[in-house]
Each structure stands twice: as structure tokens, then as C-alpha cells.
């Protein structure tokens, strides 16, 4: 089946730091979505990206379909940002969908 | 805007007992996703459910099973509890397959 890897596993940043989170897959999707898991569970969708890029405040992402890969952008980071990232890739195989989701990049943002 | 809405927020049973979580999908969505993430786990596909019939299935145990009723609510029933089944369980809903959104969860802790 299809891997989705993320990297890196693990991040620390000071409050205002720029960074940049990526997300590889083996193989074609139909989508990917970034999620932002918060330290109380929640997973809060931050982007829907098949293709190209999106901007949302201080984040941004970008996906490159055709080279399998997908990045993700925070800049100012803020202790807000804390917690663990997840990319997922959508697949769509014989009239059903889901998403497998990566191995997740943990963010922590110090004041 | 309506959201995903699971319920109960935090579950704790003993082993061996059964459990039952609720997903009420937004409004319209047709699609309803099930998804596992045991600690420190990315989130694993457990079975999804379009226009209430089963579309796909994926780690799911033996020991549970779920469906989907006619006002597009989704039930999974887990029995037979161990102590891995510890874990949040995500419910997530899509129309058409076009972009998931979660719930905040179920905790549930098995003793």
C-alpha cells in the first residue's frame, strides 16, 4: 500500500522561528490534507491541497503531485503552534476513499 | 458551520466490557470515516460507511463492528475490551470524499 513519511519526526523552535515540514508519497493520490493535531487531541484541518500552493496566515503549503511530495510552512511560529502535524494522503480505489495518514512531525514552539 | 460531533468525549471501562461511540457527521455529508490513534500513533483507518452501507474496512478487530443509520449517524461497537484498545477514536465525515473533517474525538480508557 501506499507510505506516507513525514520529516521531520520531531522539531523544536524558538517563538518567532520560521520552519518547514514535509510530507512524501510513494504514490499517485488523488488529494492530501494537512492536519494539526493540538495537544488536547484535536485534529484541526489546516489545508485541503491536491496541487499548488495556499496560504493561510502565517501558514502556507505547497504540493507537488507529480513529484510525490508535499510542504508545509510556518513562519513566526507562536507556542499556539505546539503539537504534531499530520499530512494524509486521499486515496480513491474502486469507488472508495480514505486517507492513510503519515507518521506525524512533532512541533514544539518554546516561549 | 455545523461540525463533526462524537460523543461521549471520554470513555472509561473495564476489560471485557463493551463500549459504544456515537458520530453524528455534518449535515449533508454522506460519508462517514472511522479512524484509531493509540498513543503516540498516527490515526489508523478502522472502516468507513457511504450512504449507510459499508465502503471500505481496514484494521479493524474482529471484536468491533459499526454502522451507519438512516439519519447518517455512525455507531462503533467495540466489545470484548483489552487494554491496547486504549486509544482517541476519530469519527470524520466527507461529501462525496472531498475533504474529511474530524471530530474532537472519543478518549477511551480501558482498565
Known amino acids: 500500500g501506499i507510505q506516507v513519511e513525514q520529516s521531520p519526526p520531531d522539531l523544536i523552535l524558538q517563538e518567532g522561528a520560521n520552519s518547514t515540514l514535509r510530507c512524501n508519497f510513494s504514490d499517485s493520490v488523488n488529494n492530501l490534507q494537512w492536519f494539526h493535531q493540538n495537544p488536547w487531541g484535536q485534529l484541526i484541518n489546516l489545508f485541503y491541497i491536491p496541487s499548488g500552493t495556499k496560504q493561510n496566515g502565517r501558514l502556507s503549503a505547497t504540493t507537488v503531485a507529480t513529484e510525490r511530495y508535499s510542504l508545509l510552512y510556518i513562519s513566526s511560529s507562536q507556542t499556539t503552534d505546539s503539537g504534531v502535524y499530520f499530512c494524509a494522503a486521499f486515496l480513491r480505489t474502486s469507488g472508495t476513499y480514505k486517507y492513510i495518514f503519515g507518521t506525524g512531525t512533532r512541533l514544539k514552539v518554546l516561549a | 458551520a455545523a461540525g463533526v460531533i462524537q460523543s461521549p468525549r471520554h470513555l472509561i471501562k473495564e476489560k471485557r466490557e463493551t463500549a459504544t461511540l456515537k458520530c453524528y457527521p455534518i449535515p449533508r455529508h454522506d460519508t462517514v470515516y472511522w479512524y484509531q490513534q493509540g498513543p503516540g500513533q498516527d490515526p489508523q483507518f478502522l472502516i468507513s460507511f457511504y450512504e449507510k452501507m459499508q465502503s471500505d474496512k481496514g484494521s479493524i478487530p474482529d471484536r468491533f463492528s459499526a454502522q451507519q443509520f438512516s439519519d447518517y449517524h455512525s455507531e462503533l461497537n467495540m466489545s470484548s475490551l483489552e487494554l491496547g484498545d486504549s486509544a482517541l477514536y476519530f469519527c470524520?465525515?466527507?461529501?462525496?470524499?472531498?475533504?474529511?473533517?474530524f471530530g474532537s474525538g472519543t478518549r477511551l480508557t480501558v482498565v
Open positions: 470524520a465525515s466527507s461529501l462525496g470524499g472531498h475533504g474529511y473533517t
